[in-house]
């Protein structure tokens, strides 16, 4: 280059930059180059793996002639269930369109899969699973960028930190969550019905929400109109059953002439109607539930709905009444506890402690005997309607301003002298109408329930279907809810067909599958083996010999063919929940006072006294109660064998860990008197390869230190933990059995919920997403009335009240406050 005095002449190189494009200086490769040689140098820890997953690699060898890089980082590792963030980053320039795609793994849904940040939920996995992941970015001038990514999910983990026991008077629930109550006794459900006054002086129960919530299922609507969709998590069904009634608060001072009688008709008849079923259309707006009081689909069903009967009992001579002289058809249901969810969209409801209702006086027996029934009085005796009964709540006191009306007289069972001896002229058999599983279509209002009685006759706590699988006979699943009862199932005639899930004729296709087949009683035996025995007349001791006249005589009856077929005596079984991933069957074993240290057995195996200080003394038997499981022989519905094992024993964490506390419970997961038991569902992770089983408890033992409660569980399987020796002593006799106890639940098992005072927790489902959770909470404040109001719940839930307010059984939905999944 020449060089001038400036002074003399200007010169220059005319402009030294006229090259405006963006493409790279070669400083910029390189320095790009060593950042890449840099990171891969030093290595990648797992965090920073996750987090960067070799995406400077990929990317910067695509870098776009304008310069622009594209990086990704994902989160580092998550277990099913969480919410999983992938994060895209551009420099250097812009994008014009961005995308990501799934390479690897179970496939997953993306929100926002167009742009540089986008979510899913960890998909379920039973161990640890790497998806991978591609971040696509195309520049302003069509050059694509690809970089990619990896997370690796680990089984679902419960994601809360346990509540601790409580005796306050509101629902407790983790950091994180909220609780909002949608569906409170006596809520109207049509139009034209007032609000609830809550004073005892409202009245149209017919119209309004029952007493005692109990068991519960959710079923998905269609955006607009009244067509199912299961995918539905913002507009569906609730059908819930009122078991009972808190009877003080129904009246304005209690109510009048309960002892003796006569009862008034007017407290009678709200009485009667407050127990029952709900059915009510619910909807979320954003984040927050309400229940839709002019919905064409709300519907009340009480002991006065009309009903019919199918199945091999249908017309039979013992269901013969004045109301229904041919035995097919019959009013209402009552006291119905527990549910199942039929896969056809159809609601079931188990009528459980029914026989409490009817009145038997002194001198039914000789008449039956007189006429030609003493078989009756056999199966009376052993279903609990012993002569000498007045009723539960004397309703057949009533005089009806209409005399023919027999709303209240069917509930006498007496027989009477001097009429037709079959039945149809009085209410003898009616006590016979009752104890079955009840179908109901929670989508035609004007439908009438069936009453399915090939499930048999006992006091039914509920009916929880197993796994569905094409071409294999179904089946389902009950606990006969009294102590030393047994445990059922029913297999259907009928193998499965996945087609009838979708049909519109719901309760025909109930007829297919609930109609007909073989109901079988359990067998444990000692060394965790057991038997399915049918219930069939004609095999094995079900037979002529022992009194047996027919297979509807044997449905009626299947107490005393389980007596005679050697079942085992069980500590109440109340739900049964099925593991949707495994088949396993679970089955909740509340309590049993009667259990004595003379007829422990491995399945059974305690007989104790729990030191209950709340005044009213302590326990005995078996006051905690346990949760058995059963895995069928195959793996198939239709098996006859099955082994078996026990899950968790309920105790308080301080009691003896060699003959009570058997399953180490510690303090944030310690319970009493398991009782709702319910897996969440397939259509979410929480229903998935390890899933979620929530158990709920109905307590008297242990509610000196806590209020009943819900706690979440990711169970193991039958076989996992180990057989132990068990010593019972009680009342001077000592006994000891081997038992199979699962594995120490530990972390696995965690109190999720505390409810209210002197309250049950009972009944659960979700939406199909799991991201809202349904829960009931049953007779706050039981043990009080109009002048000692014990509990204000749930108009407390939200805050202090000015003044004490009377309790209410209620719905409440459960959900995250950031949206998750509820559990995990």
């Given at each position: 280059?020449?060089?001038?005095?400036?002074a003399?002449a200007?010169?220059?190189?005319?402009?030294?930059d006229?090259?405006?494009?963006?493409?790279?200086?070669?400083?910029?490769?390189?320095?790009?180059?060593?950042?890449?040689?840099?990171a891969l140098?030093?290595?990648?820890?797992?965090?920073t793996?996750?987090?960067?997953?070799?995406?400077?690699l990929?990317g910067?060898?695509d870098?776009t002639?304008?310069?622009?890089?594209?990086?990704?980082s994902?989160?580092?590792?998550?277990?099913?269930?969480?919410t999983?963030?992938?994060?895209?980053?551009?420099t250097?320039?812009?994008?014009?369109?961005t995308?990501?795609?799934?390479?690897s793994?179970?496939?997953?849904?993306?929100?926002?899969?167009?742009?540089?940040v986008?979510?899913?939920v960890?998909p379920?996995?039973?161990?640890a699973?790497?998806?991978?992941?591609r971040?696509?970015?195309?520049?302003q001038g069509?050059?694509?960028t690809?970089?990619?990514t990896?997370?690796?999910?680990?089984?679902?983990q419960l994601?809360?930190?346990?509540?601790p026991k409580s005796?306050?008077?509101?629902?407790s629930?983790p950091a994180?969550?909220?609780v909002?109550?949608?569906?409170?006794l006596g809520?109207?459900?049509?139009?034209?019905?007032?609000?609830?006054?809550?004073?005892?002086?409202?009245g149209e129960f017919?119209?309004r929400?029952?007493?005692?919530h109990d068991g519960?299922?959710?079923f998905?609507?269609?955006?607009?109109?009244?067509a199912?969709d299961?995918?539905?998590?913002?507009?569906g069904l609730?059908?819930?059953n009122h078991?009972?009634?808190?009877?003080?608060?129904?009246?304005?001072?209690?109510p009048?002439?309960l002892?003796?009688?006569?009862?008034p008709?007017?407290?009678a008849?709200k009485e009667?109607?407050?127990?029952g079923?709900s059915?009510?259309?619910?909807?979320?707006?954003g984040?927050?539930w309400?229940?839709?009081?002019?919905s064409?689909l709300n519907?009340r069903?009480?002991?006065?709905t009309?009903?019919s009967f199918?199945?091999?009992?249908?017309?039979?001579?013992?269901l013969?009444?004045?109301?229904?002289?041919?035995?097919?058809?019959g009013r209402?249901?009552?006291?119905n506890?527990?549910?199942g969810?039929?896969?056809w969209?159809?609601y079931?409801?188990?009528?459980?402690n029914?026989?409490?209702y009817?009145?038997r006086?002194?001198g039914d027996?000789a008449?039956?005997?007189?006429?030609?029934q003493?078989r009756q009085?056999?199966?009376?005796?052993?279903?609990?309607?012993a002569?000498?009964?007045?009723?539960?709540?004397?309703?057949?006191t009533?005089?009806?301003?209409?005399?023919?009306?027999?709303?209240?007289?069917?509930?006498?069972?007496?027989a009477?002298?001097g009429?037709?001896?079959?039945?149809?002229?009085?209410?003898?058999n009616?006590?016979?109408?009752?104890?079955w599983?009840?179908e109901i279509?929670?989508f035609d209002?004007?439908?009438?329930p069936?009453k399915?009685t090939?499930?048999?006759?006992?006091?039914?706590?509920?009916c929880?279907?197993?796994?569905t699988?094409?071409?294999v006979r179904?089946?389902f699943?009950?606990g006969?809810?009294a102590?030393?009862?047994?445990?059922?199932?029913?297999?259907?005639?009928?193998?499965?067909s996945?087609?009838?899930?979708?049909?519109a004729?719901r309760?025909?296709?109930?007829?297919k599958y609930?109609d007909?087949?073989?109901?079988?009683v359990?067998r444990?035996?000692?060394?965790?083996?057991g038997?399915?025995?049918?219930?069939?007349?004609?095999?094995?001791a079900v037979?002529a010999?022992n009194?047996?006249?027919s297979?509807?005589?044997?449905?009626?009856?299947?107490?005393?063919?389980?007596?005679?077929?050697g079942a085992?005596?069980?500590?109440r079984?109340?739900?049964?929940?099925v593991?949707p991933?495994?088949?396993e069957m679970y089955?909740?074993?509340t309590n049993n006072?009667s259990?004595?240290?003379?007829?422990?057995?491995?399945?059974?195996?305690?007989?104790?006294?729990?030191p209950?200080?709340?005044?009213?003394g302590?326990?005995t038997?078996?006051?905690?109660?346990?949760?058995?499981r059963?895995?069928?022989?195959?793996?198939?519905?239709?098996?006859?064998?099955?082994?078996?094992?026990v899950y968790?024993?309920?105790?308080?964490?301080?009691?003896d860990?060699?003959?009570i506390n058997?399953s180490?419970l510690d303090?944030?997961?310690?319970?009493?008197?398991p009782?709702?038991?319910?897996?969440?569902?397939?259509?979410?992770v929480?229903?998935?390869?390890t899933?979620?089983?929530?158990?709920?408890?109905?307590?008297?033992a242990?509610t000196?230190?806590?209020?009943?409660?819900?706690?979440?569980?990711i169970p193991g399987?039958v076989?996992?933990?180990?057989g132990?020796?068990?010593?019972?002593?009680?009342?001077?006799?000592?006994?000891?059995?081997?038992?199979r106890?699962?594995?120490t639940?530990g972390?696995?098992?965690?109190?999720f919920?505390?409810?209210p005072?002197?309250?049950?927790?009972t009944g659960?489902h979700?939406?199909p997403?799991?991201?809202?959770v349904?829960?009931?909470?049953?007779?706050?404040?039981e043990?009080?009335?109009?002048?000692n109001i014990?509990?204000s719940?749930?108009?407390?839930?939200?805050g202090?009240?000015a003044?004490?307010?009377r309790?209410?059984?209620?719905?409440?939905?459960?959900t995250?406050?950031?949206?998750?999944?509820?559990?995990?």
């Amino acid at each position: 280059m020449h060089s001038f005095d400036n002074a003399i002449a200007a010169y220059d190189d005319g402009d030294i930059d006229t090259n405006r494009t963006s493409n790279p200086h070669l400083n910029d490769l390189v320095t790009a180059r060593y950042s890449r040689r840099q990171a891969l140098s030093g290595g990648l820890s797992a965090m920073t793996a996750a987090v960067f997953g070799g995406m400077l690699l990929a990317g910067c060898d695509d870098e776009t002639p304008e310069g622009t890089t594209a990086t990704a980082s994902a989160t580092a590792n998550a277990t099913s269930g969480q919410t999983v963030t992938l994060t895209g980053a551009v420099t250097g320039g812009t994008a014009a369109s961005t995308n990501w795609q799934q390479l690897s793994g179970p496939a997953v849904t993306m929100a926002n899969a167009n742009s540089l940040v986008t979510t899913f939920v960890a998909p379920a996995v039973a161990a640890a699973t790497t998806l991978g992941f591609r971040l696509e970015v195309t520049s302003q001038g069509g050059v694509t960028t690809n970089t990619d990514t990896s997370v690796t999910i680990g089984p679902a983990q419960l994601g809360f930190t346990a509540v601790p026991k409580s005796l306050a008077d509101v629902v407790s629930v983790p950091a994180g969550y909220q609780v909002t109550v949608l569906y409170r006794l006596g809520d109207p459900i049509a139009s034209g019905v007032s609000a609830y006054s809550n004073t005892g002086g409202d009245g149209e129960f017919s119209r309004r929400a029952g007493d005692h919530h109990d068991g519960m299922s959710y079923f998905g609507l269609a955006a607009t109109g009244s067509a199912p969709d299961r995918t539905s998590s913002s507009r569906g069904l609730l059908a819930l059953n009122h078991e009972n009634i808190t009877i003080a608060y129904l009246h304005p001072n209690g109510p009048t002439a309960l002892a003796t009688g006569p009862r008034p008709e007017a407290e009678a008849l709200k009485e009667i109607e407050a127990h029952g079923v709900s059915v009510v259309e619910v909807v979320r707006s954003g984040a927050a539930w309400s229940y839709v009081q002019a919905s064409g689909l709300n519907r009340r069903i009480t002991p006065n709905t009309p009903m019919s009967f199918s199945g091999p009992v249908r017309g039979d001579a013992n269901l013969r009444t004045a109301y229904s002289p041919d035995g097919t058809a019959g009013r209402g249901t009552i006291n119905n506890c527990a549910n199942g969810t039929m896969p056809w969209n159809t609601y079931l409801t188990a009528e459980e402690n029914w026989a409490g209702y009817f009145r038997r006086t002194a001198g039914d027996a000789a008449v039956r005997t007189a006429t030609g029934q003493a078989r009756q009085n056999a199966s009376l005796t052993r279903y609990g309607i012993a002569e000498g009964r007045g009723g539960n709540y004397n309703w057949a006191t009533v005089t009806p301003a209409n005399a023919s009306d027999t709303t209240f007289r069917r509930w006498n069972a007496t027989a009477s002298a001097g009429v037709a001896a079959d039945g149809s002229a009085d209410f003898r058999n009616e006590p016979f109408q009752f104890g079955w599983i009840v179908e109901i279509d929670p989508f035609d209002p004007a439908s009438t329930p069936r009453k399915r009685t090939a499930l048999g006759r006992m006091n039914h706590e509920g009916c929880e279907i197993g796994r569905t699988i094409a071409g294999v006979r179904p089946a389902f699943y009950m606990g006969d809810d009294a102590q030393n009862e047994y445990i059922y199932k029913f297999v259907s005639a009928t193998p499965w067909s996945a087609a009838d899930a979708g049909r519109a004729d719901r309760l025909a296709v109930g007829d297919k599958y609930l109609d007909a087949g073989t109901l079988y009683v359990a067998r444990f035996n000692a060394d965790g083996s057991g038997q399915w025995l049918p219930l069939v007349l004609g095999q094995g001791a079900v037979n002529a010999a022992n009194g047996f006249t027919s297979q509807a005589d044997v449905l009626i009856n299947a107490r005393i063919a389980g007596d005679v077929l050697g079942a085992t005596r069980m500590d109440r079984p109340e739900w049964t929940a099925v593991n949707p991933a495994t088949g396993e069957m679970y089955c909740t074993l509340t309590n049993n006072s009667s259990r004595s240290a003379g007829n422990v057995d491995p399945a059974n195996p305690r007989a104790y006294t729990d030191p209950k200080v709340d005044g009213r003394g302590p326990g005995t038997g078996n006051p905690n109660g346990h949760v058995i499981r059963l895995r069928e022989a195959g793996d198939t519905s239709e098996a006859t064998a099955f082994t078996w094992d026990v899950y968790a024993f309920g105790a308080g964490s301080d009691l003896d860990p060699a003959s009570i506390n058997l399953s180490g419970l510690d303090a944030t997961n310690d319970f009493s008197s398991p009782d709702g038991l319910w897996f969440g569902l397939p259509s979410n992770v929480t229903g998935q390869a390890t899933p979620v089983m929530w158990l709920q408890t109905d307590d008297g033992a242990y509610t000196d230190v806590t209020n009943c409660m819900m706690l979440a569980c990711i169970p193991g399987t039958v076989g996992d933990g180990a057989g132990r020796s068990v010593t019972s002593t009680l009342g001077g006799v000592t006994s000891t059995v081997t038992t199979r106890v699962g594995k120490t639940p530990g972390g696995t098992l965690r109190r999720f919920m505390v409810g209210p005072k002197e309250c049950e927790i009972t009944g659960i489902h979700s939406t199909p997403d799991g991201r809202s959770v349904f829960v009931n909470i049953q007779h706050p404040g039981e043990n009080g009335g109009p002048a000692n109001i014990t509990s204000s719940w749930p108009a407390n839930q939200g805050g202090p009240v000015a003044a004490p307010s009377r309790p209410r059984s209620s719905t409440v939905v459960i959900t995250r406050t950031d949206g998750g999944i509820v559990g995990l």
